[in-house]
């Protein structure tokens, strides 16, 4: 499996998780069935499932005139996964975490989706 792949049943997982009782185990489940994971994908999500307060917390401090909890749910699970990649995985260049993100969010989200993920991850990357 590609890595663009991985990071989409990441990006299923997460999202399946914000604002449900779902366990991750679960959630993984719904997505992957008996397939073997990837451990590209297990570090992605469970990554950000261990770190999320500490994620979420940045991401506020950068969002301008938005809270975290008012992002469309594709946006902000985009970030998440983004945002833990960019600071705690050092293999991937920014440039690609950044253009990754930008086509999921392209992909799941509306028209304006790309603009705005690829606006506040510029913001981590310029630091």
């Known amino acids: 499996m590609k890595r663009h792949e991985i990071r989409e049943k990441?990006?299923?997982v997460l999202f399946q998780l914000d604002?449900?009782?779902?366990t991750l185990e679960e959630a993984i489940v719904h997505i992957f069935e008996?397939?073997?994971l990837d451990p590209f994908f297990k570090k992605l999500v469970y990554g950000v499932v261990e770190?999320?307060?500490e994620i979420d917390e940045q991401l506020a401090e950068k969002l301008?005139?938005?809270s975290l909890y008012r992002l469309p749910k594709v946006e902000r699970t985009v970030l998440r996964l983004a945002l833990?990649?960019?600071q705690y995985m050092d293999e991937t260049p920014a440039a690609v975490v950044l253009d990754e993100a930008?086509?999921?969010?392209k992909t799941y989200g509306?028209?304006?989706?790309?603009k705005f993920v690829n606006g506040v991850l510029s913001k981590f990357v310029e630091q």
Do not use: C
Request: proline share 0%; aromatic share 8%; glycine share 4%.
């Open 10 to 12: 990441a990006l299923q």
């Open 19 to 22: 604002n449900t009782d779902l």
């Open 34 to 36: 008996d397939q073997e």
């Open 51 to 53: 770190n999320l307060q």
């Open 64 to 66: 301008e005139n938005w």
């Open 84 to 86: 833990y990649e960019l």
């Open 102 to 105: 930008i086509e999921l969010a």
């Open 110 to 114: 509306d028209e304006k989706s790309g």
